[in-house]
Antibody
Framework: EVQLVESGGGLVQPGGSLRLSCAAS????????LNWIRQVPGKGLEWISF????????YYADSVKGRFAISRDNAKNSVFLQMNNLRVEDTAVYYC???????????????????WGQGTLVTVSS | EIVLTQSPGTLSLSPGERATLSCRAS???????LAWYQQRPGQSPRLLIY???IRATGIPDRFSGSGSGTDFTLTISRLEPEDFAVYYC??????????FGQGTKLEIK
């Protein structure tokens, strides 16, 4: 069974740091990119970061660029999100999700997130 | 930046009825890069449709997706009690790499 399990959430003060982890199982980890997506309780979904499988190419949303860093340890089948200089508005449930695509005609297509982890809650408050 | 706008914000229907949810993009989106997700209360999002019209594994055939360019639709032919949830469309782009619509809440009338 393909599974993603997040951990590391908690309560942190504004300006503080936190490191989230996402442990993967049930698939060949290096074959897939991973993403972090967050959701303020009661609100919608916001994509925040991507890391590719082998080359570790990364992308970020403008809202977290320069403060958050995504990384992965392929030996441990895990992806991480280092969050620095946290703000009250970073309070959210953070999900990791596997990035799935089909290679068609020389390009990646049919891109989707599947599956998602159960999420971990990060609360930034004094 | 491509912005996805979903409508309606809330849809009130009864079990057995047909639901039609809309996702409109501010610029043309390749059908290959448009997906739909379902999020039930207290749960993580689940992939329903990708490539605008391809059902994900295990998704019942009462769910269907259609559309192209800037207008995409998720249709649920006959609502079951477990279908009452929030639905999000998503697109793959350039900057940002991915974006989601704001969601449509499907509630029991």
């Amino acid at each position: 069974e393909v599974q993603l399990v997040e951990s590391g959430g908690g309560l942190v003060q504004p300006g503080g740091s936190l490191r989230l982890s996402c442990a993967a199982s049930g698939f060949t980890f290096t074959d897939y990119a991973l993403n972090w997506i967050r959701q303020v309780p009661g609100k919608g979904l916001e994509w925040i970061s991507f890391i590719s499988g082998v080359r570790h190419t990364t992308y970020y949303a403008d809202s977290v660029k320069g403060r958050f860093a995504i990384s992965r340890d392929n030996a441990k089948n895990s992806v991480f999100l280092q969050m620095n200089n946290l703000r009250v508005e970073d309070t959210a449930v953070y999900y990791c999700a596997r990035d799935v695509s089909d290679y068609i005609g020389g390009a990646y297509s049919l891109i989707r997130f599947d599956p998602w982890g159960q999420g971990t809650l990060v609360t930034v408050s004094s | 930046e491509i912005v996805l706008t979903q409508s309606p914000g809330t849809l009130s229907l009864s079990p057995g009825e047909r639901a039609t949810l809309s996702c409109r993009a501010s610029q043309s989106v390749s059908s290959s890069y448009l997906a739909w997700y379902q999020q039930r209360p207290g749960q993580s999002p689940r992939l329903l449709i990708y490539g605008a019209s391809i059902r994900a594994t295990g998704i019942p055939d009462r769910f269907s997706g259609s559309g192209s360019g800037t207008d995409f639709t998720l249709t649920i032919s006959r609502l079951e009690p477990e279908d009452f949830a929030v639905y999000y469309c998503q697109q793959y782009g350039t900057s940002p790499r991915y974006s989601f619509g704001q969601g449509t809440k499907l509630e029991i009338k």
